[in-house]
């Protein structure tokens, strides 16, 4: 009944509100009191009991001092007040704090407290920082405990060390009380109270648990000196292993009022082996249960102060020098063993660091004020709704700082979430993102922008130990982290990337800066390009290194493809060349590009089975919104087979769009690109379509970017590249010799271009036109790689045979990953298709 009584007491308690317009009529009195809860009366009484702690504090060294070098007050103190002393002692007082502070040093050193009063300053001045500064370390309540028991305790024991030296370090108190308990229990009783004081204390405030000590010092003996103790037996560790768990109960609380709602009793069902050792046999027939009091506390405080843990940031190591050359390596261990295709252009050199800009930055600087500022703003804005945390550190990045909290016990998630535009109102800052939880941390992560965001040049990225040192197949630079740390992703396990953004934050950027963190890294014989512009200026500047790094397909045409026809026919040439491929890796037995690649080094390989090596293909499309506009099918349909099957055979995609719509990036193209890289986007529901989830609206622009590979997102900024470094790069690279032309991929004939029989021109016919022709028909194969190993022919020359067979009518059209359908069954009637052919 007490209990009901309890409750529904609290329960009125908490929906009471008072009524804001009930005026009450001052008492009688009260308005002469008022300046008691004045706030400046406030802080004049904090800053008074500042300056007394300090004035105490240099009263109680210089009668320290005087005292040790025997010219005291003393001996005039001791018998007369400070008054008569200051009215007869023309020669005025030896303490430096005049005849006031002689006093008071006499009366706290001399016959209180001794040396212990020392201790009494600290509350004295804490107390007064709360006054006038709002902030105090520890509650005042809790201080004047702990300097009671410190006090006590610090002067009987000076009075313990000092009494036979009639010293008075201990003062009156120490002095006397040690004599009285020296008389009371002797010289050893006052050594063992002083240790149970000591011991009551460490209880009081640390609730130390002597039990586990002393078990752990039973463990740490020896072995052979274990059998003094008693053996414990298994179902007796088993009840040790039940009552432990049960002290450790974990405590619920009630955040309305505050109390600690304990088990009240636990019913165990023991096993009978156990109940056997444990339970006399008149009491087996009931269960056992534990009753446990119900432990009430205060509901925790909301504490406004924290102390700042500020994470210093990772500096990457920078290693002036050129990226070393891969293939001399090669040359110099393996010569007669492996191939090399980097021979093809012995003298390429890798360009060298000194090309891109050094721009003049200032390294991060912590500004206290400022994270002080944004970290008080914080936790006052949880406090305002009632969302106590015990801890805060802050993590700061070249644009954006990170506090990381952990919440007080009790304290759900979504709460906290919920205050993202509470949170930015009071910080007055745009950009504030939530994380709750971090990932992998017990944490809840709120990321400010820094007032001064600093640049992250793309020289000090290729230039880091890290990029240097890097492994990766395909290695691109995004950046670095909130933490400072450079972030490096490997293109080839992507495997193809998708980058959405509005305009003018900094996607363009964003490309050349995977484009050169590649051509910095691998050599011309490994990797190729091939560049889709359809606002035909984004990526003109690569045009200089067409007979490096470009693919195209074949004629005289411009590699960097800007024409929407050109696009789709240059991906469905991707598209054949990815199925060639496949051939390839089916005849080598190999599963990847890596696998087969290291098998052709090792010249297990030949080109005269029509093996070759096969360099990575990078595809990047700069506008994929254009494309989707004026081709739609046509450009969605290779672009998805690319991006399911490309991957294992070294084709990689790179989409770009500013306009992140679901008609842009459809679910097919979305299903094949995990990776995703999204710059500041102008809705939620842009970022959703991106990144499947909030955060790119959020952003500050300006290379500031959210990377998510499907498990998490990861807040970097990008690395700046202006257009001069790119222009540098490729004149350097263009400068050198390369091969004759760019790689020519295989050529792709649409059905509007597509010719029949009647199209066929004897006289332009290939030399090996009927070779391959009565091959195809022989084996009723009509394959280009075929073609290529049986004839010991280049993959281009096959292509254009099997061109030239459809065009007679010998093969059918192109179907994709299938072979072509070979229309003539045997090789009599080749011969008699082959005469008609030729005689029209």
Same mark, same amino acid.
């Given at each position: 009944?007490?209990?009901?009584?309890?409750?529904?007491?609290?329960?009125?308690?908490?929906?009471?509100?008072?009524?804001?317009?009930?005026?009450?009529?001052?008492?009688?009195?009260?308005?002469?009191?008022?300046?008691?809860?004045?706030?400046?009366?406030?802080?004049?009484?904090?800053? !008074? &009991? @500042?300056?007394?702690?300090?004035? %105490?504090?240099?009263? $109680?060294?210089? +009668?320290?001092? /005087? #005292?040790?070098?025997?010219?005291?007050?003393?001996?005039?103190?001791?018998?007369?007040?400070?008054?008569?002393?200051?009215?007869?002692?023309?020669?005025?007082?030896?303490?430096?704090?005049?005849?006031?502070?002689?006093?008071?040093?006499?009366?706290?050193?001399?016959?209180?407290?001794?040396?212990?009063?020392?201790?009494?300053?600290?509350?004295?001045?804490?107390?007064?920082?709360?006054?006038?500064?709002?902030?105090?370390?520890?509650?005042?309540?809790?201080?004047?405990?702990?300097? !009671? &028991? @410190?006090?006590?305790?610090?002067? %009987?024991?000076?009075? $313990?060390?000092? +009494?036979?030296? /009639? #010293?008075?370090?201990?003062?009156?108190?120490?002095?006397?009380?040690?004599?009285?308990?020296?008389?009371?229990?002797?010289?050893?009783?006052?050594?063992?109270?002083?240790?149970?004081?000591?011991?009551?204390?460490?209880?009081?405030?640390?609730?130390?648990?002597?039990?586990?000590?002393?078990?752990?010092?039973?463990?740490?003996?020896?072995?052979?000196?274990?059998?003094?103790?008693?053996?414990?037996?298994?179902?007796?560790?088993?009840?040790?292993?039940?009552?432990?768990?049960?002290?450790?109960?974990?405590?619920?609380?009630?955040?309305?009022?505050?109390?600690?709602?304990?088990?009240?009793?636990?019913?165990?069902?023991?096993?009978?082996?156990?109940?056997?050792?444990?339970?006399?046999?008149?009491?087996?027939?009931?269960?056992?249960?534990?009753?446990?009091?119900?432990?009430?506390?205060?509901?925790?405080?909301?504490?406004?102060?924290?102390?700042?843990?500020?994470?210093?940031?990772?500096?990457?190591?920078?290693?002036?020098?050129?990226?070393?050359?891969?293939?001399?390596?090669?040359?110099?261990?393996?010569?007669?063993?492996?191939?090399?295709?980097?021979?093809?252009?012995?003298?390429?050199?890798?360009?060298?660091?000194?090309?891109?800009?050094?721009?003049?930055?200032?390294?991060?600087?912590?500004?206290r004020s400022e994270l002080e500022s944004s970290k008080n703003l914080i936790i006052e804005t949880l406090k305002n709704y009632n969302i106590g945390i015990s801890e805060i550190k802050a993590n700061i990045g070249p644009t954006v700082t990170l506090y990381e909290i952990v919440p007080a016990p009790g304290v759900k998630v979504s709460r906290i979430k919920n205050l993202e535009d509470d949170i930015a109102l009071s910080l007055a800052a745009l950009g504030i993102r939530i994380i709750a939880p971090i990932p992998g941390k017990g944490t809840i992560g709120i990321e400010v922008p820094n007032k001064k965001p600093e640049m992250v040049p793309m020289r000090q990225m290729i230039a880091s130990k890290k990029f240097q040192e890097c492994n990766f197949e395909l290695p691109v630079i995004l950046g670095k982290t909130i933490s400072n740390?450079?972030?490096?992703?490997?293109?080839?396990?992507?495997?193809?990337?998708?980058?959405?953004?509005?305009t003018g934050q900094g996607k363009s950027v964003g490309l050349n800066s995977l484009i050169i963190s590649l051509l910095y890294k691998k050599h011309p014989s490994e990797l190729k390009f091939v560049l889709v512009d359809p606002k035909k200026v984004e990526l003109t500047l690569y045009n200089k290194i067409e007979r490096h790094y470009l693919a195209k397909l074949p004629g005289d045409g411009d590699a960097i493809i800007t024409d929407t026809k050109l696009v789709t026919n240059t991906l469905n040439s991707l598209c054949m060349e990815m199925d060639e491929r496949y051939e390839l890796l089916k005849s080598a037995g190999k599963r990847n590009i890596i696998e087969y690649n290291t098998k052709f080094r090792e010249r297990k390989l030949l080109p005269t089975e029509g093996h070759r090596f096969l360099p990575y293909i990078v595809v990047?499309?700069?506008?994929?919104?254009?494309?989707?506009?004026?081709?739609?099918?046509?450009?969605?349909?290779?672009?998805?087979?690319?991006?399911?099957?490309?991957?294992?055979?070294?084709?990689?995609?790179?989409?770009?769009?500013?306009?992140?719509?679901?008609?842009?990036?459809?679910?097919?193209?979305?299903?094949?690109?995990?990776?995703?890289?999204?710059?500041?986007?102008?809705?939620?529901?842009?970022?959703?379509?991106?990144?499947?989830?909030?955060?790119?609206?959020?952003?500050?622009?300006?290379?500031?970017?959210?990377?998510?590979?499907?498990?998490?997102?990861?807040?970097?900024?990008?690395?700046?590249?202006?257009?001069?470094?790119?222009?540098?790069?490729?004149?350097?690279?263009?400068?050198?010799?390369?091969?004759?032309?760019?790689?020519?991929?295989?050529?792709?004939?649409?059905?509007?271009?597509?010719?029949?029989?009647?199209?066929?021109?004897?006289?332009?016919?290939?030399?090996?036109?009927?070779?391959?022709?009565?091959?195809?028909?022989?084996?009723?194969?009509?394959?280009?790689?075929?073609?290529?190993?049986?004839?010991?022919?280049?993959?281009?020359?096959?292509?254009?045979?099997?061109?030239?067979?459809?065009?007679?009518?010998?093969?059918?059209?192109?179907?994709?990953?299938?072979?072509?359908?070979?229309?003539?069954?045997?090789?009599?009637?080749?011969?008699?298709?082959?005469?008609?052919?030729?005689?029209?």
């Amino acid at each position: 009944m007490a209990k009901q009584k309890s409750n529904s007491f609290r329960n009125s308690s908490d929906d009471f509100q008072p009524d804001e317009k009930v005026s009450k009529k001052p008492a009688k009195g009260e308005g002469r009191l008022a300046w008691l809860k004045d706030e400046r009366t406030t802080k004049i009484t904090g800053a !008074f &009991f @500042i300056l007394f702690s300090l004035f %105490l504090f240099l009263s $109680f060294t210089s +009668h320290i001092i /005087n #005292l040790w070098g025997f010219e005291t007050d003393q001996d005039l103190l001791q018998s007369n007040s400070w008054k008569w002393y200051k009215t007869n002692n023309p020669k005025g007082a030896a303490n430096m704090m005049g005849y006031i502070g002689a006093w008071f040093g006499h009366l706290f050193i001399h016959k209180w407290f001794g040396i212990a009063s020392f201790i009494l300053l600290f509350s004295i001045f804490t107390f007064g920082t709360k006054l006038l500064f709002k902030w105090q370390m520890y509650p005042i309540l809790k201080i004047l405990r702990y300097t !009671f &028991f @410190i006090v006590v305790w610090t002067s %009987l024991l000076m009075g $313990f060390i000092f +009494h036979k030296h /009639n #010293l008075f370090m201990g003062g009156g108190f120490g002095y006397f009380g040690f004599m009285w308990m020296k008389g009371l229990v002797g010289y050893t009783g006052t050594v063992l109270f002083l240790v149970l004081y000591v011991m009551m204390f460490m209880i009081v405030v640390y609730n130390v648990d002597f039990r586990f000590r002393l078990k752990s010092l039973v463990q740490d003996l020896p072995p052979e000196d274990n059998s003094m103790y008693p053996a414990f037996t298994e179902h007796e560790l088993e009840a040790e292993k039940i009552m432990n768990s049960l002290r450790e109960q974990e405590i619920r609380v009630n955040e309305k009022t505050g109390e600690h709602q304990g088990i009240k009793s636990v019913n165990l069902d023991i096993p009978p082996e156990l109940l056997n050792d444990l339970v006399p046999e008149d009491e087996k027939a009931a269960p056992i249960t534990f009753d446990i009091p119900t432990v009430r506390a205060k509901k925790p405080e909301l504490a406004s102060t924290f102390e700042l843990k500020i994470e210093t940031p990772v500096m990457e190591e920078v290693i002036e020098a050129p990226i070393p050359h891969v293939a001399e390596t090669i040359r110099q261990t393996n010569l007669d063993e492996l191939y090399d295709p980097k021979l093809d252009l012995p003298g390429y050199q890798m360009p060298t660091i000194d090309l891109l800009q050094e721009y003049e930055f200032t390294k991060t600087e912590i500004d206290r004020s400022e994270l002080e500022s944004s970290k008080n703003l914080i936790i006052e804005t949880l406090k305002n709704y009632n969302i106590g945390i015990s801890e805060i550190k802050a993590n700061i990045g070249p644009t954006v700082t990170l506090y990381e909290i952990v919440p007080a016990p009790g304290v759900k998630v979504s709460r906290i979430k919920n205050l993202e535009d509470d949170i930015a109102l009071s910080l007055a800052a745009l950009g504030i993102r939530i994380i709750a939880p971090i990932p992998g941390k017990g944490t809840i992560g709120i990321e400010v922008p820094n007032k001064k965001p600093e640049m992250v040049p793309m020289r000090q990225m290729i230039a880091s130990k890290k990029f240097q040192e890097c492994n990766f197949e395909l290695p691109v630079i995004l950046g670095k982290t909130i933490s400072n740390e450079l972030y490096i992703a490997d293109l080839s396990k992507m495997p193809h990337l998708l980058c959405a953004g509005a305009t003018g934050q900094g996607k363009s950027v964003g490309l050349n800066s995977l484009i050169i963190s590649l051509l910095y890294k691998k050599h011309p014989s490994e990797l190729k390009f091939v560049l889709v512009d359809p606002k035909k200026v984004e990526l003109t500047l690569y045009n200089k290194i067409e007979r490096h790094y470009l693919a195209k397909l074949p004629g005289d045409g411009d590699a960097i493809i800007t024409d929407t026809k050109l696009v789709t026919n240059t991906l469905n040439s991707l598209c054949m060349e990815m199925d060639e491929r496949y051939e390839l890796l089916k005849s080598a037995g190999k599963r990847n590009i890596i696998e087969y690649n290291t098998k052709f080094r090792e010249r297990k390989l030949l080109p005269t089975e029509g093996h070759r090596f096969l360099p990575y293909i990078v595809v990047v499309i700069d506008e994929v919104a254009d494309l989707m506009m004026t081709a739609g099918r046509e450009v969605e349909t290779p672009i998805a087979r690319l991006a399911q099957l490309a991957r294992a055979v070294g084709i990689h995609v790179i989409l770009a769009t500013q306009r992140p719509s679901v008609n842009i990036i459809t679910g097919t193209i979305k299903a094949n690109f995990p990776a995703r890289l999204a710059f500041r986007v102008t809705s939620k529901i842009d970022s959703r379509t991106i990144l499947d989830s909030n955060g790119a609206d959020q952003l500050i622009g300006k290379g500031d970017m959210l990377f998510s590979t499907g498990n998490d997102l990861i807040r970097i900024q990008c690395p700046f590249v202006d257009t001069p470094e790119v222009e540098k790069i490729t004149e350097f690279i263009g400068n050198q010799r390369g091969y004759p032309s760019a790689l020519i991929l295989p050529e792709f004939r649409g059905d509007d271009e597509a010719g029949g029989k009647d199209d066929f021109n004897p006289d332009e016919r290939d030399a090996l036109f009927e070779d391959a022709a009565r091959l195809v028909v022989m084996t009723q194969q009509g394959s280009t790689s075929l073609i290529q190993r049986k004839l010991k022919l280049g993959y281009n020359r096959a292509g254009r045979l099997v061109d030239q067979l459809e065009q007679a009518g010998v093969v059918g059209p192109f179907e994709g990953a299938k072979a072509r359908k070979v229309l003539i069954p045997d090789e009599v009637s080749l011969e008699q298709f082959l005469d008609s052919l030729y005689s029209k």
